[in-house]
Nanobody, 123 residues
Framework: QVQVVESGGGLVQSGGSLRLSCAAS????????MSWARQAPGKGLEWVSG???????YYAESVKGRFTISRDNAKNTVSLQMNSLKPEDTAVYYC?????????????????WGQGTQVTVSS
């Protein structure tokens, strides 16, 4: 059974940090590209960051320099370290896996999704 489970969300003040984690099981996550996407209130799903199976990393312009994605293939986990958080980072954050391709900025390219974790940044 495929499972993608996010954790680590919460409430933080502007300028603060949070670390999100994603645990994957039921498929070969080590050979899958993994990404984080987010959905802010009243907005569509936005790709945020991705990491290939070879650990090449990619970021949306809006988070470049503030967020860092990493993976631990031995533990089948992916993390997103978020620093210098802004109120506009407030969203539900989702972890997603793409088994067939590399990192895509198109959210419909992903095969498996978690349920999401809420991140709220207060001003």
């Amino acid at each position: 059974q495929v499972q993608v489970v996010e954790s680590g969300g919460g409430l933080v003040q502007s300028g603060g940090s949070l670390r999100l984690s994603c645990a994957a099981s039921g498929f070969t996550s080590s050979t899958s590209a993994m990404s984080w996407a987010r959905q802010a209130p009243g907005k569509g799903l936005e790709w945020v960051s991705g990491i290939s199976s070879y650990e090449q990393t990619y970021y949306a312009e809006s988070v470049k320099g503030r967020f860092t994605i990493s993976r631990d293939n031995a533990k089948n986990t992916v993390s997103l370290q978020m620093n210098s958080l802004k109120p506009e980072d407030t969203a539900v954050y989702y972890c997603a896996a793409n088994r067939r391709m590399g990192v895509s900025t198109t959210t419909t390219a992903y095969d498996y999704w978690g349920q999401g974790t809420q991140v709220t940044v207060s001003s």
